[in-house]
């Protein structure tokens, strides 16, 4: 029974440690392939012109996130396990915590980067898969997910899944106003 309760704390553990990542990576995805589709369908009429513009971009995003992800968790951990070696008068390289801290460095880049990539799809699929109204049903679609980001954002703070969830909305919805603003419409 110890360890089923044990097995369930550290489930929920990596769910919320990982939670910012996917929640971040997924909205940056979203919004940023958005934009890149909102703009290049209202260039092109051509869906494989969008469809290749859009991959582009979460490509992109997806690599500059794990990687940038990679490079400042780095920089955070390296730098707790400089001051734990402060006091102990010993490196920790080749220890437990130094392994840890690197699984920790990888983990928090992969959920980073694939929330990115991931969350770029949303706007991309409906136009691999519809021949009508593309546009529209991304940018729904979009919105969609952000509201479910919401709900999954509240739950993780612990506070209002209706109040996180506007807040996505209302984010997805500025994004939008904001790239058709641009005269990119």
């Not at 392994?99 to 990115?116: L, P, T």
Request: proline share 2%; with cysteine; glycine share 10%.
């Amino acid at each position: 029974m110890n360890n089923t309760g044990s097995l369930k704390k550290r489930r929920f553990k990596l769910k919320t440690e990982h939670g910012r990542y996917i929640i971040l990576g997924s909205i940056d995805g979203i919004l940023a392939v958005l934009g890149v589709v909102i703009g290049t369908s209202h260039v092109s009429d051509d869906p494989t012109i969008v469809i290749n513009a859009a991959l582009g971009g979460a490509v992109a995003l997806a690599l500059t996130n794990g990687i940038g992800s990679y490079l400042a968790e780095s920089a955070v951990e390296y730098g707790r396990l400089a001051e734990m070696e402060k006091p102990l008068l010993r490196s920790l390289n080749s220890t437990r915590l130094e392994q840890e801290a690197k699984k920790k460095i990888w983990n928090d880049s992969f959920f980073h980067g694939g929330a990115s990539f991931c969350g770029s799809l949303v706007p991309i699929l409906p136009f691999m898969l519809l021949d009508e109204y593309m546009l529209e049903v991304a940018i729904v679609l979009s919105i969609v997910v952000l509201s479910i980001l919401g709900i999954y954002s509240g739950k993780l703070a612990k506070q209002s899944m209706i109040k996180h969830s506007v807040r996505m909305v209302g984010l997805g919805i500025m994004i939008v106003v904001a790239v058709t603003m641009l005269g990119l419409e």
